[in-house]
């Protein structure tokens, strides 16, 4: 006798294995995320810092220090200022 399968049968057994790819693959991107979020991650946050704090030095010597400390200023300005204000509260 022929057998068909019925549709919800024929789903669970498409899925398998996708479900046995991620038993396999989740783990792998967790490690590996964890590792760069380690090793990487904080150079490039240190990088970051050093920059900027070359260019608020630039801007000192160039502009004076008032419009250092406002150029100091302007990262705070832009997540909490007005434009993101609506996400925050």
Same mark, same amino acid.
């Given at each position: 006798m022929h057998r068909q399968l019925d549709p919800p049968r024929a789903l669970h057994i498409l899925h398998l294995p996708i479900r046995a790819m991620r038993?396999?693959? @989740? $783990? =792998? =991107? @967790?490690?590996a995320t964890f590792i760069l979020s380690r090793s990487i991650l904080p150079v490039f946050y240190v990088t970051l810092d050093l #920059?900027?704090? #070359?260019? #608020?030095?630039? =801007? @000192?010597?160039l502009?004076?220090? $008032?419009?250092?400390?406002?150029?100091a200023e302007l990262p705070h300005l832009l997540v909490c200022g007005p434009l993101f204000y609506h996400i925050l509260f």
């Amino acid at each position: 006798m022929h057998r068909q399968l019925d549709p919800p049968r024929a789903l669970h057994i498409l899925h398998l294995p996708i479900r046995a790819m991620r038993v396999i693959t @989740d $783990p =792998v =991107v @967790d490690i590996a995320t964890f590792i760069l979020s380690r090793s990487i991650l904080p150079v490039f946050y240190v990088t970051l810092d050093l #920059l900027f704090r #070359l260019a #608020l030095f630039g =801007v @000192d010597k160039l502009a004076g220090s $008032p419009t250092a400390a406002a150029a100091a200023e302007l990262p705070h300005l832009l997540v909490c200022g007005p434009l993101f204000y609506h996400i925050l509260f």
